[in-house]
């Protein structure tokens, strides 16, 4: 059974940084493409990062490019997303999710991301 | 990097059916066959319903049926379930390793 647990959410102030996980299991991690998809409260689904089995071909959306840093240690079966310089509008559930046919094929429960002073 | 736009909200009784549509451009719904939907239950993870515009993953009831034409795919749920009110969204690949979501739909089961 594929397992996706995220980890590493929390509050934190606008111009700060944290670093999400997602450990897998259950799957062989390094044939994966994996995502990162949010949800703003009570908002719909955004799609945040995409990254290649072997740790290459990293993609970001916009509202993120320069700021987010997406990276996977396939040793470990962990994907990784580095938050840097949080802004209030990045407060939202961050969902990782395998990718074979899009952005989510399994999801993890989702960690609460919580930005502000 | 716009999102697909879907109707807010789809409602019907049980045993009918209800369609939702999920409208993008030549950039994304278009270009590629990459359309999937998703169900989300309040306060839970998404769920996929339907991959690759027609496709259903295994243990997906066959009431769930997709399809596509052109810029627009659409997703139908046949003989309406209590269980399937909930938010559906449908994402595109979108060219350059990027996917897009939909605005999101709530399905209501009067």
């Known amino acids: 059974e594929v397992q996706l647990v995220e980890s590493g959410g929390g509050l934190v102030q606008p111009g700060g940084s944290l670093n999400l996980s997602c450990a897998a299991s259950g799957l062989t991690f390094s044939n994966y493409w994996m995502n990162w998809v949010r949800q703003a409260p009570g908002k719909g689904l955004v799609w945040v990062s995409r990254?290649?089995?072997?740790?290459?071909?990293?993609a970001y959306a916009d509202s993120v490019k320069g700021r987010f840093t997406i990276s996977r240690d396939n040793a470990k079966n962990t994907l990784y997303l580095q938050m840097n310089s949080l802004r209030d509008e990045d407060t939202a559930v961050y969902y990782c999710?395998?990718?074979?046919?899009?952005?989510?094929?399994?999801w993890g429960q989702g960690i609460l991301v919580t930005v502000s002073s | 990097q716009s999102a697909l736009t879907q109707p807010p909200s789809a409602s019907g009784s049980p045993g009918q059916s209800v369609t939702i549509s999920c409208t993008g451009t030549s950039s994304d719904v278009g270009g590629y066959n990459y359309v999937s939907w998703y169900q989300q239950h309040p306060d839970k993870a998404p769920k996929l319903m339907i991959y690759?515009?027609?496709k259903r993953p295994s243990g997906v009831p066959d009431r769930f049926s997709g399809s596509k034409s052109g810029n627009t795919a659409s997703l139908t749920v046949s003989g309406l379930q209590a269980e399937d009110e909930a938010d559906y969204y449908c994402s595109s690949y979108a060219g350059s390793n990027i996917f897009v979501f939909g605005t999101g739909t709530k399905v209501t089961v009067l």
């Open positions: 990254i290649k089995g072997d740790g290459s071909n990293a």
């Open positions: 690759e515009a027609t």
């Open positions: 999710g395998t990718d074979r046919y899009g952005p989510g094929d399994y």
